[in-house]
C-alpha cells in the first residue's frame, strides 16, 4: 500500500500496523515523524553519550578556589573601576600626579573640600 501523493496526512494511516507504517515512512517509526528527526538512536551514540557525561571529580580545593573566584569577579571588578576612575579624574583631568591617588592625605583633603560647610 504506498502512498501516491504527499498530501495524504497520518488519518489516512489509521488501518495500517505499525509495521506496515514505517515501511510507508521510510524506516522511521511515526513518532520520530512527528518529532522531524528521522533517526533512531543507536546503541554507538547513546555508549559515546554515556562516555561523554563523566565528569573527573576536583580536588575540594580546587572547587573552593573555583567557587571563590566565581564570586569575587564582580567585586574585584568594581575595585578596579573604582581605582581607574579615581586615577583618571585624579591624574589626567586634574593633572595632578597619579601616585598621590593612593595616599590618605589627598582623600582627606578632597573630604574636607566636598563637606566642608
Not at 22 to 33: M, P
Request: glycine letters at 10%; a positive charge.
Amino acid at each position: 500500500m504506498p502512498m501516491d501523493s504527499k498530501k495524504e496526512t497520518a488519518a489516512g494511516l489509521e488501518g495500517v500496523t505499525s509495521a506496515e507504517r514505517s515501511n510507508l515512512l521510510g524506516a522511521s517509526t511515526a513518532g520520530d515523524a512527528v518529532r522531524g528527526t528521522g533517526k533512531r538512536p543507536t546503541r554507538e551514540s547513546s555508549a559515546a553519550k554515556e562516555k561523554t557525561n563523566v565528569r573527573k571529580k576536583r580536588h575540594p580545593a580546587v572547587r573552593a578556589l573555583r567557587w571563590t573566584l566565581l564570586k569575587s569577579i564582580v567585586p574585584i571588578l568594581c575595585v578596579l573601576a573604582i581605582l581607574g576612575g579615581m586615577y583618571i579624574g585624579y591624574a589626567v583631568v586634574g593633572k595632578q600626579p597619579g601616585g598621590d591617588i593612593l595616599k590618605i592625605e589627598t582623600w582627606k583633603h578632597m573630604y574636607d573640600l566636598i563637606f566642608a560647610d
